[in-house]
């Protein structure tokens, strides 16, 4: 399980913009984050659990 670069929950967001190191987010530091990351170029996608 990918876990947030924040807290000890399970990442749920990841982040990626070019030439920096990717983020990994739960959920609420996602929306708590979200609109700054965005205006500043950073992309963002869902991390999706593969099936068993």
Known sequence: ?????RCPAEAKVR???AGEQPW???AHHARRYDAGLTS????RFALVKAPA
């Open 1 to 5: 399980m990918n876990r947030c670069d």
């Open 40 to 43: 500043t170029g950073w992309r």
């Open 24 to 26: 990994q987010w739960c």
């Open 15 to 17: 982040y990626t913009k």
